[in-house]
């Protein structure tokens, strides 16, 4: 059965930095892109950006370049999105997410991972 | 940056009628490039279309894409009660990749 598993949830402060994990199975997990997706309480789905395991290609929003970091461990199939200075308005739940074949369609989401930034 | 714009907001409908959902992009999207998620509260997004007509494996045939260039529709024949639930439109053609803002289909 494929999958994605994500980390847990997290509580920071203002100002920490914060990885979070996403790991897949069931699939090759090199093959295919993985996107981050950001929900924020109440609201709708932001395209953060999308990593591809085999190369480590990575592509971020424009709007996020320089704030997160997108990686992978190739040899546990997990992927990671590093913050490195978290503000309260990162408040919110990140999805990951598959490329289905060649597209950037996703078709396999993790369950999410609720990030809460509070002093 | 692609900007994706759907209409309604909010769609109040009974069971059993049809569904038809807009989303508007700013610029031509290429018709391999658009898709479309339901999303349920507390759950994660699931998809429904991609490719703008292409169904995902194990989504009924009730549900259905279609447009080009700058409009695309999804449209659900009969609305079950399972179908009561939020849907995005997404790009993928053009980088950075955008979702519009949603539709809510909610119980008239």
Known sequence: ?119 | EIVLRQSPGTLSLPPGERATLSCRASQSVSSSHLAWYQQKPGQAPRLLIYATSSRATGIPDRFSGSGSGTDFTLTITRLEPEDFAVYYCQQYGSSPETFGQGTKVEVK
């Open chain 1, 1 to 119: 059965e494929m999958q994605l598993v994500q980390s847990g949830p997290e509580v920071k402060l203002p100002g920490e930095s914060l990885r979070i994990s996403c790991q897949g199975s069931g699939y090759i997990f090199t093959f295919y892109w993985i996107g981050w997706v950001r929900q924020m309480p109440g609201k709708g789905l932001e395209w953060m950006g999308i990593f591809y395991p085999g190369d480590s290609d990575a592509r971020y929003s424009p709007s996020l370049q320089g704030q997160v970091t997108m990686s992978a461990d190739k040899s546990i199939n997990t992927a990671y999105l590093q913050f490195n200075s978290l503000k309260a308005s990162d408040t919110a739940i990140y999805y990951c997410a598959k490329s289905y074949a060649g597209l950037h369609a996703f078709d396999m989401w993790g369950q999410g991972t609720m990030v809460t930034v509070s002093p």
